[in-house]
């Protein structure tokens, strides 16, 4: 297997069926965890980046001359978006002094979160999808996890009190 086709399937996943996307972010929450054991949000954040840049790289390899670069085994997208959309936890996480995986409803929210914006596709997500381009397979999940790390975001803060409800 290519170097970029294993990156973009992100080591396989992409090859599983049904629902690949789905199978992609999964596989990205193991990723994830060993991240932020090793160097905290921090770590995680710079991942998320780099995956980033590199997914957009790999998709550009991958789909040369291709007329819809948006393939469904390409799930290295699904991975950075789904990252995005923990950052709250790992965040949540240092700041509080936990483990992370203390924070475990998160992770569900996160990952139910993102799945549902990559799926669903509403505003900025599919204008981004509608592109076609490479950027565009990285965008619409970047995107969907921001979206997704808000939703985590104020969950945590209505789960914990802090909006005096």
């Keep these: 297997m290519r170097p970029t086709r294993l990156l973009t399937t992100f080591f396989g996943a992409g090859l599983l069926r049904p629902a690949p996307g789905t199978w992609g972010s999964f596989a990205a ?43 469904s085994e390409i799930v290295i997208d699904e991975v ?5 959309a923990l950052w709250p936890v790992s965040l949540g996480a240092v700041m509080m002094g936990v483990p992370v995986t203390a924070l475990w409803p998160g992770w569900i929210v996160a990952f139910l979160a993102f799945r549902a914006f990559d799926i669903w596709k509403p505003g900025p997500v599919g204008m981004a999808d509608r592109m076609h381009t490479p950027l565009g397979v990285m ?27």
Excluded: C, K, N, Y
């Excluded at 970047?142 to 009190?161: C, N, T």
């Design 80 to 84: 950075a978006g789904q990252w995005l």
């Design 29 to 71: 929450l193991p990723a994830a965890w060993v991240l932020h054991m090793l160097g905290g949000f921090w770590a995680l954040a710079l991942g998320t980046a780099l995956v980033f840049l590199i997914g957009w790289w790999a998709t550009i390899q991958e789909t040369r001359g291709l007329a819809d670069p948006d393939l």
């Design 139 to 165: 965008l619409d999940d970047i995107i969907a996890g921001g979206l997704a790390a808000m939703v985590v975001a104020l969950a945590a803060l209505v789960a914990h009190g802090m909006m005096g409800l």
